[in-house]
C-alpha cells in the first residue's frame, strides 16, 4: 500500500462504499479492494452503521437450483452477459452496473430482491471457476443457471415447470393477516 497512488485509493474507498451500500459482505470487499481491513471496517461502520457481520460466505452450487434464486439468478446473469459481451465491461464492474440492473428490473416489477450482491457476485466466481453454465430451457429459450457439465439438451426451467409450491410461502401470511383481522372485526 506504501507505492498506492490517492486516485487509486480514493476509487478503492468509492467502489467499497458502492458495495456496502448494495449489501457486500467483508470477505467481498476484501477481494475486491487493496485497502486494509481497518479501513474496511471503518467505510462499513460509517455507512451501514453497525459492525458487519461474521461468518463464512456461501459455498455451495446448489442454492442457486432452487426455482426462485434460480430465475433470479438467471436473470442476473442474462445482464451480466451483456455487460461484459457486448459493453465490453470486465470485472467488478460489470457484476456493480448488472447489480443495479438486476435491483431497478426486481424493484419496479413490485418484487422483493431474492439475489444479495455477495451472492451475485459469488455467483460469477461459480461461472468463471467453471461450476456453472447458462443452459437453454427447451420451452421458452430462455438462458438459465444450471450445474457445469450436466446434460442440458431436455432442460426444462423453472418458470416452464413450476413446483407445485411455488409462491405458497408468500400468500400463507397475509392469508393469517386477513383470518386475524376478520376475527377481529368479527369480535368488535
Known amino acids: 500500500m506504501k507505492n498506492k497512488s490517492v486516485i487509486e485509493e480514493a476509487e478503492d474507498v468509492r467502489r467499497a462504499v458502492e458495495m456496502v451500500q448494495l449489501g457486500a459482505r467483508m470477505q467481498m470487499l476484501e477481494v475486491e479492494t487493496r485497502l486494509s481491513r481497518e479501513k474496511l471496517l471503518k467505510i462499513y461502520k460509517e455507512v451501514r452503521g453497525v459492525s458487519p457481520p461474521k461468518g463464512m460466505l456461501p459455498f455451495s452450487t446448489d442454492w442457486f437450483m432452487t426455482w426462485q434464486p434460480n430465475v433470479h439468478s438467471s436473470l442476473f446473469m442474462g445482464f451480466h452477459r451483456f455487460f461484459t459481451g457486448r459493453a465490453g465491461i470486465k470485472g467488478l464492474d460489470a457484476i456493480l452496473k448488472s447489480y443495479h440492473l438486476y435491483l431497478d428490473h426486481i424493484e419496479s416489477s413490485a418484487m422483493e430482491p431474492v439475489l444479495s450482491l455477495t451472492r451475485a457476485w459469488t455467483l460469477v466466481r461459480f ?24 446434460p442440458v439438451s431436455a ?11 411455488a409462491g405458497s410461502s408468500r400468500k400463507k401470511p397475509a392469508t393469517r393477516r386477513a383470518v386475524s383481522r376478520t376475527r377481529q372485526t368479527a369480535t368488535a
Open 127 to 150: 461461472f468463471d471457476a467453471d461450476l456453472l453454465q447458462l443452459a437453454p430451457c427447451t420451452c421458452c429459450g430462455g438462458q438459465f443457471v444450471a450445474h457445469a457439465h450436466d
Open 155 to 165: 432442460y426444462v426451467c423453472g418458470l416452464c415447470n413450476m413446483p407445485s409450491r
